[in-house]
């Protein structure tokens, strides 16, 4: 309810990780050398894949786009969180708190997904071997693809809209390092009801659908590979796997223990803390994942090396 001596926010302060100017400094040089890695580590697997023929299957097709959304995501927010731990005012204009909440969700929704598809790529590949060529088609892999950036488009749409019919007064400081739900739904003065509800569907949705159809690709993989009789066939199916299922957990995980620290109010610069992991260390990790223990990668940049250098 506004009152008369409510103003509108046009601009917003983002309190950051800390407060304490001895950290502001060295958290400064840590954040910007996690993003130079991301942005190494993301380029080189998109230009690697890019590159050679021979990983343009289904299964690098779905790492490419990973790597580009972990790229594009990444720099959404931490451009503008290296700024701030250098200024003395961190400010964000509202205009540009909306763009950055939209695309943080889009590319965050649209991961969920990628992740999905390629949890559902690797089911075809261990449980119907023979059919993996005809089942996952071009049209098949784009079709996926596609859906993943529609599901994160659909998503960031509905949060991003819902949050600009809300009205901000007076109080703009946002406790958080980026704009969020959780902590801009924490300044309204307007009701924020339909958000909750908006919330509760879509993250509903968001979260169930892949964790479904990850569940059950993983329960079918895991009963095709403990009937696979020789041990080197397990090792090497087990193999195909063990990148991504790793991948999951990280990204999923630590997703989830954000959200659930995010609860209460009072575990707010828990949350924060928490959400550094999942905003920041996965997108870096997941190239090395999947270049350290992925054969035809490591295959492939040794090729490039060897003709950069010869």
């Known amino acids: 309810m506004l009152t008369g001596n409510d103003s509108i926010v046009t601009e917003f302060i983002l ?8 950290l502001q400094k060295p958290l400064f040089y840590l954040f910007l050398m996690i993003y130079i890695v991301t942005m190494v580590g993301n380029l080189g697997l998109i230009t690697l894949i890019g590159l050679n023929s021979h990983l343009h299957t289904p299964m ?7 790597s580009f959304i972990d790229l594009c995501y990444s720099s959404v927010f931490t451009p503008k969180m290296l700024m701030n731990f250098v200024s003395k005012k961190n400010i964000i204009s509202y205009v540009g708190c909306m763009t950055q909440l ?11 997904y990628m ?45 991003t809209g819902c949050m600009l019919r809300l009205t ?12 969020d739900i959780l902590p801009l739904l924490q ?36 009963t095709s590979i403990f009937h696979i009789k020789s041990s080197q066939g397990r090792s090497k199916a087990f193999s195909t796997c063990s990148s991504h299922i790793i991948a999951l957990s990280l990204f999923f995980g630590s997703a989830a223990f954000m959200y659930l620290k995010y609860s209460s109010p009072g575990s707010m610069d828990l949350g924060k803390i928490s959400s550094v992991f999942y905003t920041n260390v ?6 090395l994942i999947y270049s350290l223990r992925n054969k035809d990668i490591k295959v492939s940049l040794r090729k490039v090396l060897e003709r950069k250098i010869f």
Do not use: W
């Open 15 to 22: 309190a950051g990780l800390t407060d304490n100017p001895e």
């Open 60 to 66: 690098y097709y779905f790492l490419f786009n990973l």
């Open 102 to 112: 939209f695309f943080f969700l889009f590319f965050v929704i649209s991961e969920c």
């Open 115 to 159: 992740l999905t598809s390629m949890a559902y790529d690797r089911y075809v590949a261990i449980c119907n071997p023979l059919l993996y060529k005809v089942t996952m088609s071009h049209q098949v892999c784009f079709v996926l693809t596609l859906a993943a950036y529609v599901m994160g488009f659909a998503g960031a749409t509905a949060h």
């Open 168 to 179: 901000f007064c007076n109080a703009n400081i946002i406790n958080h390092y980026l704009c």
């Open 187 to 222: 300044l309204s003065c307007t009701s924020t009801y339909v958000n909750e509800v908006v919330v509760l569907i879509v993250v509903g949705i968001n979260i169930t659908v892949p964790s479904i159809t990850i569940l059950i690709s993983y329960v079918f993989i895991i």
């Open 282 to 287: 996965v997108p870096m990790v997941n190239p």
